[in-house]
């Protein structure tokens, strides 16, 4: 079997991480880079090792090019539903950066197509796939910590030395709801949040939310401080707090976030402890069940292990059939969880959040 060749659309920042698994898999090679700025995607490849690769700033070329199987599209949200449709028409296996769209009503237009369509199509969310995750979700599933009764998720954007440089651009158009569909931090980096609550508690009954905002040094701004609500069937709960700490220094390589998780269940808790980054010498996973402290250290809990994980499992789909994660339904419900939360913050009260 040749290797399945891969269209990336969009070479920004997160396509660093995005690439490390198709350039390293032997079953996948990167194909064709499309992006408006080509001299960006020249270097990307260059930076690759792939110096030879077809670049583009042509969309419909990258669609058309019969080396490209799988299409990987890293594009601002707004750009989501027409690009995976046209993707669809051309034929191709997809992987849709999150969130699925920027609305609901777009959302609900690509959860059709995708229904009667017969390719491989994911919704990329890499947290679930970080190994901390991971291991705490294979933990829960063996009864770990009895039934999980409530979670609570803290983000921390603060500060790094060794942290990722965000170029302008990046940050620009998150600034722009009608690009962006919400806040930077709530409803887009947020989603990660939303679906480790989905993912560890199923979708919730209703939200509540308070989102705050804080202007930046840079002219940029957050949607902080935030806290956001849920309660779940079977009178179990959760909340995600969402605090802008500017002078706060988090050990990382990546985006200066510290992003920590409680799972408490009727026997037990589960903590977990990095996510884009960490506070230095927190354990990455922790267990209290029957008077005792386990903690666990044997992963490699590095952020860019959850995209690494999440593009293997749909390589492995394409090659030998299962299920992606997520597929368009499930991202359409994480989107319903974080979009509820920007309508409650609106209007100032709970909102129901209704299955399709």
């Not at 974080?338 to 299955?355: D, F, Y």
């Given at each position: 079997?040749?290797?399945?060749?891969?269209?990336?659309?969009?070479?920004?920042?997160?396509?660093?991480?995005?690439?490390?698994?198709?350039?390293?898999?032997?079953?996948?090679?990167?194909?064709?880079?499309?992006?408006?700025?080509?001299?960006?995607?020249?270097?990307?490849?260059?930076?690759?090792?792939?110096?030879?690769?077809?670049?583009?700033?042509?969309?419909?070329?990258?669609?058309?090019?019969?080396?490209?199987?799988?299409?990987?599209?890293?594009?601002?949200?707004?750009?989501?539903?027409?690009?995976?449709?046209?993707?669809?028409?051309?034929?191709?296996?997809?992987?849709?950066?999150?969130?699925?769209?920027?609305?609901?009503?777009?959302?609900?237009?690509?959860?059709?197509?995708?229904?009667?369509?017969?390719?491989?199509?994911?919704?990329?969310?890499?947290?679930?796939?970080?190994?901390?995750?991971?291991?705490?979700?294979?933990?829960?599933?063996?009864?770990?910590?009895?039934?999980?009764?409530?979670?609570?998720?803290?983000?921390?954007?603060?500060?790094?030395?060794?942290?990722?440089?965000?170029?302008?651009?990046a940050l620009a158009w998150r600034q722009k709801r009608d690009r962006a569909g919400g806040g930077p931090l709530v409803f887009d980096d947020g989603h990660h949040k939303f679906a480790l609550a989905w993912?560890?508690?199923?979708?919730?009954?209703?939200?509540?939310?308070?989102?705050?905002?804080?202007?930046?040094?840079?002219?940029?701004?957050?949607?902080?401080?935030?806290?956001?609500?849920?309660?779940?069937?079977?009178?179990?709960?959760?909340?995600?707090?969402?605090?802008?700490?500017?002078?706060?220094?988090?050990?990382?390589?990546?985006?200066?976030?510290?992003?920590?998780?409680?799972?408490?269940?009727?026997?037990?808790?589960?903590?977990?402890?990095?996510?884009?980054?960490?506070?230095?010498?927190?354990?990455?996973?922790?267990?209290?069940?029957?008077?005792?402290?386990?903690?666990?250290?044997?992963?490699?809990?590095?952020?860019?292990?959850?995209?690494?994980?999440?593009?293997?499992?749909?390589?492995?789909?394409?090659?030998?059939?299962?299920?992606?994660?997520?597929?368009?339904?499930?991202?359409?419900?994480?989107?319903?969880?974080?979009?509820?939360?920007?309508?409650?913050?609106?209007?100032?009260?709970?909102?129901?959040?209704?299955?399709?």
């Amino acid at each position: 079997m040749s290797a399945i060749g891969v269209g990336i659309l969009g070479t920004g920042r997160i396509s660093d991480l995005h690439a490390i698994e198709y350039l390293r898999n032997p079953a996948t090679r990167i194909a064709m880079l499309c992006d408006r700025d080509l001299q960006a995607a020249r270097t990307k490849a260059a930076k690759w090792g792939i110096d030879n690769v077809r670049v583009t700033d042509d969309v419909s070329e990258l669609l058309r090019c019969k080396e490209v199987d799988l299409v990987e599209i890293l594009l601002p949200h707004d750009l989501h539903l027409p690009t995976a449709l046209k993707a669809m028409e051309a034929g191709k296996a997809i992987s849709l950066q999150k969130p699925i769209c920027a609305t609901l009503a777009e959302a609900d237009e690509l959860v059709d197509a995708v229904s009667s369509y017969d390719r491989p199509f994911k919704v990329f969310e890499n947290f679930l796939f970080h190994p901390p995750v991971a291991r705490a979700r294979q933990l829960i599933a063996q009864d770990a910590i009895g039934k999980p009764q409530s979670i609570r998720i803290k983000s921390n954007p603060g500060t790094s030395p060794t942290g990722w440089h965000v170029p302008d651009s990046a940050l620009a158009w998150r600034q722009k709801r009608d690009r962006a569909g919400g806040g930077p931090l709530v409803f887009d980096d947020g989603h990660h949040k939303f679906a480790l609550a989905w993912g560890f508690m199923g979708e919730p009954e209703e939200v509540h939310a308070f989102i705050g905002r804080v202007e930046r040094k840079d002219g940029n701004w957050y949607d902080a401080q935030s806290m956001i609500s849920f309660r779940f069937p079977g009178n179990r709960v959760g909340n995600l707090e969402i605090v802008y700490s500017p002078e706060l220094e988090v050990t990382t390589r990546y985006y200066a976030q510290d992003d920590r998780v409680e799972i408490t269940g009727t026997k037990g808790v589960i903590w977990i402890n990095c996510g884009h980054g960490h506070l230095a010498g927190a354990v990455p996973l922790a267990l209290f069940r029957d008077g005792t402290l386990s903690e666990y250290r044997d992963m490699n809990v590095s952020w860019e292990q959850s995209f690494v994980h999440s593009s293997r499992h749909f390589i492995n789909v394409l090659v030998n059939g299962g299920t992606p994660v997520l597929q368009a339904a499930e991202a359409r419900q994480v989107l319903r969880f974080s979009s509820a939360a920007e309508q409650s913050a609106l209007e100032g009260r709970a909102v129901a959040v209704q299955c399709r």
